[in-house]
């Protein structure tokens, strides 16, 4: 995965479980912060992206990874969705092939 500030993957932002336990923020410099409930940065690392696979190493060493598909990432038995803004609205939660490319 190449990083560009400019144009950052698609991939790239906030990926959360149904019940916003798990929070994946992936960011744009290849690096992630993983929230746990009310742990902020539990587990932090970088990340690689090919096509729709994407592969973990914390700074521990430790590896994980996932596969995104039709918009939502599979990652150890989880299910994370991208988390999404509309200026004015709370946060919603939806897989990328349900956005429009208006927001």
Request: neutral net charge.
């Amino acid at each position: 995965m190449q990083t560009n500030n400019k144009h950052p993957h698609p991939y790239v932002g906030m990926w959360v479980t149904s019940d916003g336990y798990i929070r994946h923020e992936l960011l744009p410099n290849g690096r992630y912060d993983e929230a746990r409930g009310n742990r902020q940065s539990a587990y932090q690392g970088n990340y690689t992206i090919e096509g729709n696979h994407i592969e973990y190493v914390d700074d521990t060493g430790f590896t994980a990874d996932g596969d995104f598909r039709d918009g939502v990432l599979y990652h150890a038995g989880m299910v994370l969705y991208r988390e999404v803004y509309k200026k004015g609205e709370k946060n919603k939660l939806m897989p990328l092939s349900n956005r429009r490319t208006s927001m």
